[in-house]
């Protein structure tokens, strides 16, 4: 069979490092290619257009999650696994069969047999081409359906004013080098540490219930399109995660944990960093076991900076993703908002997914080409508190044509513009003991008894959408009650933070001087994808936490064998 353009462009990549000739990449891309030539040339219906846009995407996952408890391990499991995304546009850039996911369903065009989205293990090309030619058709004939429904919509609906479909953009050829998991020897390593951090745990009378997880993921991405790109990225990401379990005295269920990510097994912390975090928690859990549940609270805060990144992602980078500009049942809270000022004066937003580390700690966020085959970049989103931009893959948003390499998914999702590395910038930087010291005369001005300092948060959410309310949340593991006497402070529990996100962000007094990181997975329409937040302490004027929704049961009958 003639090489493709693609599949020679890799293999001059591939021989640049030394690989063999005949490397599975080199094939895999090279049936993609293949496939996606015949398609785009020959794939039209009788009396219909012919597709003008087709890619193709492969991502294997190459898995190991080992966990442990009580000095044992319980699961070892090891999985590979590879997925399809088939991407078939007819029409043309200005206005083809694309609409929001929820105007798509409601057009009921997905009717008939779709093919799922595996593809073989093996690196065989015609099973390969095999799988991709019948999501081909499946998605053709789709999206004729869907143009013709979109057409027809006009009928009755006054269009808004219309944007083009979809951006030019040029192609891109780009390989990394191959990074292989020894998955036998990273099993060796990983399951002798998980069963020793484990074991620290098994003892403590005050732990209900506790699980040590280590693994890795190695994601290998490749992506054509008939624009004339080819890519191939390969990443792993290695994983911590320690949680432990514990009940309160009046029966509040407790929960405590840690994660921490690494691109390489060498830049995981050592197993004795590890212990003293593990203890830390445990210690901690105890300390929360014992604490008093705190009423639900309305004054003075400090996030501190793990907090404040999970509460910009929820309030702030969820509202900058493109595609939320344009769908009617999203609330598009800064949509036309362009050059107006959304946050206080002396704070900046931007998004940059070419950062790899910030402050020396690895950023889950970083990748160098989205999933639309367009090359990350820096974006400035925020300058001086007004809006300067959005998040945008190549869906156009009003004044926003071009993709600035935001558009990801997970596994066969549609991309859609997401967030990479958000930084957060300030110009009213203080030290962490002096926001302290100004969160304590905040609280006395305002006549209250105390305020309050959230140290860590495990996670959040948040509604963007027209239904219901725009609001957040997020569930903080580590609060402390500062006294507004004597600033002495009391840990507590029993809450989680909440809030509308226009009045929220307006309430930041000050930052601390010092950033930090957070370093997670955010979840949406194109699934989950890894995200960091990069941001300093801040102090607000005003948060509101309401009581927590936790089960209060028994402790266990016996007292563990």
Same mark, same amino acid.
């Given at each position: 069979?003639?090489?493709? *353009?693609?599949?020679? !462009?890799?293999?001059?990549?591939?021989?640049?490092?030394?690989?063999?000739?005949?490397?599975?990449? $080199?094939?895999?891309?090279?049936?993609?290619?293949?496939?996606?030539?015949?398609?785009?040339?020959?794939?039209?219906?009788?009396?219909?257009?012919?597709?003008?846009?087709?890619?193709?995407?492969?991502?294997?996952?190459?898995?190991?999650?080992?966990?442990?408890?009580?000095?044992?391990?319980?699961?070892?499991?090891?999985?590979?696994?590879?997925?399809?995304?088939?991407?078939?546009?007819?029409?043309?850039?200005?206005?083809?069969?694309?609409?929001? =996911?929820?105007?798509?369903?409601?057009? #009921?065009?997905?009717?008939?047999?779709?093919?799922?989205?595996?593809?073989?293990?093996?690196?065989?090309?015609?099973?390969?081409?095999?799988?991709?030619?019948?999501?081909?058709?499946?998605?053709?004939?789709?999206?004729?359906?869907?143009?013709?429904?979109?057409?027809?919509?006009?009928?009755?609906?006054?269009?808004?004013?219309?944007?083009?479909? @979809?951006?030019?953009?040029?192609?891109?050829?780009?390989?990394?080098?191959?990074?292989?998991?020894?998955?036998? /020897?990273?099993?060796?390593?990983?399951?002798?540490?998980?069963?020793?951090?484990?074991?620290?745990?098994?003892?403590?009378?005050?732990?209900?219930?506790?699980?040590?997880?280590?693994?890795?993921?190695?994601?290998?991405?490749?992506?054509?399109?008939?624009?004339?790109?080819?890519?191939?990225?390969?990443?792993?990401?290695?994983? !911590?995660?320690?949680?432990?379990? #514990?009940?309160?005295?009046?029966?509040?269920? *407790?929960?405590?944990?840690? %994660?921490?990510?690494?691109?390489?097994?060498?830049?995981?912390?050592?197993?004795?960093?590890?212990?003293?975090?593990?203890?830390?928690?445990?210690?901690?859990?105890?300390?929360?076991?014992?604490?008093? $549940?705190?009423?639900?609270?309305?004054?003075?805060?400090?996030?501190?900076?793990?907090?404040?990144?999970? @509460?910009?992602?929820?309030?702030?980078?969820?509202?900058? =993703?493109?595609?939320?500009?344009?769908?009617?049942?999203?609330?598009?809270?800064?949509?036309?908002?362009?050059?107006? +000022?959304?946050?206080?004066?002396?704070?900046?937003?931007?998004?940059?997914?070419?950062?790899?580390?910030?402050? #020396?700690?690895?950023?889950?966020?970083?990748?160098?080409?989205?999933? =639309?085959?367009?090359?990350?970049?820096?974006?400035?989103?925020?300058?001086?508190?007004?809006?300067?931009?959005?998040?945008?893959?190549?869906?156009?948003?009003?004044?926003?044509?071009?993709?600035?390499?935001?558009?990801?998914?997970? #596994?066969?999702?549609?991309?859609?513009?997401?967030? /990479?590395?958000?930084?957060?910038?300030?110009?009213?930087?203080?030290?962490?003991?002096?926001?302290?010291?100004?969160?304590?005369?905040?609280?006395?001005?305002?006549?209250?008894?105390?305020?309050?300092?959230?140290?860590?948060?495990?996670?959040?959410? %948040?509604?963007?959408?027209?239904?219901?309310?725009?609001? @957040?949340?997020?569930?903080?593991?580590?609060?402390?009650?500062?006294?507004?006497?004597?600033?002495? =402070?009391?840990?507590?529990?029993?809450?989680?933070?909440?809030?509308?996100?226009?009045?929220?962000?307006?309430?930041?007094?000050?930052?601390?001087?010092?950033?930090?990181?957070?370093?997670?997975?955010?979840?949406?329409?194109?699934?989950?994808?890894?995200?960091?937040?990069?941001?300093?302490?801040?102090?607000? /004027?005003?948060?509101?936490?309401?009581?927590?929704?936790? +089960?209060?049961?028994?402790?266990?009958?016996?007292?563990?064998?």
């Amino acid at each position: 069979m003639r090489r493709t *353009l693609a599949g020679i !462009v890799l293999a001059v990549l591939l021989g640049a490092w030394g690989a063999p000739i005949g490397d599975p990449r $080199a094939r895999v891309l090279d049936a993609m290619s293949a496939e996606l030539a015949r398609a785009h040339a020959g794939l039209r219906l009788p009396g219909y257009e012919a597709p003008y846009f087709i890619a193709y995407t492969l991502k294997e996952y190459e898995n190991l999650e080992i966990s442990a408890k009580l000095g044992a391990i319980f699961t070892d499991d090891r999985a590979r696994d590879r997925q399809l995304h088939v991407e078939v546009r007819v029409g043309g850039y200005d206005l083809d069969n694309t609409v929001p =996911e929820s105007e798509a369903a409601m057009m #009921g065009v997905a009717e008939g047999y779709e093919p799922d989205a595996d593809a073989p293990l093996d690196d065989d090309p015609a099973s390969l081409r095999a799988a991709l030619w019948l999501i081909t058709d499946y998605r053709y004939k789709r999206a004729l359906k869907q143009l013709h429904a979109k057409r027809a919509d006009g009928v009755t609906r006054v269009a808004p004013e219309p944007l083009p479909s @979809f951006s030019h953009e040029a192609s891109s050829r780009h390989a990394d080098p191959p990074r292989p998991i020894d998955i036998k /020897g990273a099993a060796a390593r990983l399951g002798p540490q998980a069963r020793r951090l484990s074991a620290l745990v098994a003892a403590r009378p005050h732990v209900l219930d506790s699980r040590v997880r280590m693994g890795v993921r190695r994601t290998v991405r490749f992506y054509v399109n008939s624009e004339g790109s080819a890519i191939v990225t390969d990443r792993p990401l290695w994983q !911590v995660t320690v949680d432990v379990v #514990g009940r309160a005295d009046d029966g509040m269920l *407790l929960e405590h944990g840690f %994660t921490v990510y690494a691109p390489s097994a060498d830049e995981l912390p050592s197993e004795d960093v590890l212990a003293a975090k593990v203890e830390r928690v445990v210690a901690e859990l105890d300390a929360l076991r014992r604490a008093p $549940a705190l009423d639900p609270y309305t004054g003075p805060a400090i996030l501190m900076p793990q907090a404040a990144g999970v @509460f910009f992602h929820e309030t702030v980078g969820h509202r900058l =993703e493109g595609e939320r500009q344009n769908d009617e049942h999203e609330g598009r809270t800064w949509s036309g908002q362009v050059g107006h +000022p959304v946050l206080p004066s002396f704070l900046g937003v931007e998004d940059d997914p070419t950062l790899e580390r910030a402050d #020396g700690v690895p950023l889950n966020g970083r990748y160098v080409y989205d999933d =639309e085959g367009v090359r990350a970049r820096r974006v400035p989103l925020i300058d001086g508190g007004r809006l300067a931009g959005y998040l945008l893959s190549r869906t156009p948003v009003r004044g926003f044509i071009g993709s600035n390499g935001h558009g990801r998914a997970e #596994g066969d999702g549609d991309p859609m513009a997401r967030m /990479g590395n958000l930084i957060v910038t300030s110009t009213r930087t203080v030290p962490l003991a002096k926001l302290r010291a100004m969160l304590l005369d905040e609280v006395r001005r305002r006549g209250k008894p105390f305020g309050l300092i959230l140290d860590d948060v495990q996670g959040g959410n %948040t509604n963007t959408a027209t239904y219901g309310y725009q609001a @957040f949340k997020g569930v903080p593991r580590i609060v402390r009650r500062i006294d507004a006497s004597s600033g002495a =402070e009391t840990l507590v529990r029993g809450v989680e933070l909440v809030g509308t996100p226009l009045s929220a962000v307006g309430k930041i007094i000050a930052t601390s001087d010092t950033p930090g990181v957070f370093n997670g997975f955010c979840g949406a329409e194109s699934g989950y994808v890894p995200v960091s937040t990069v941001a300093p302490a801040i102090l607000l /004027g005003e948060i509101e936490l309401q009581r927590q929704e936790l +089960p209060r049961e028994r402790p266990p009958i016996l007292p563990p064998p």
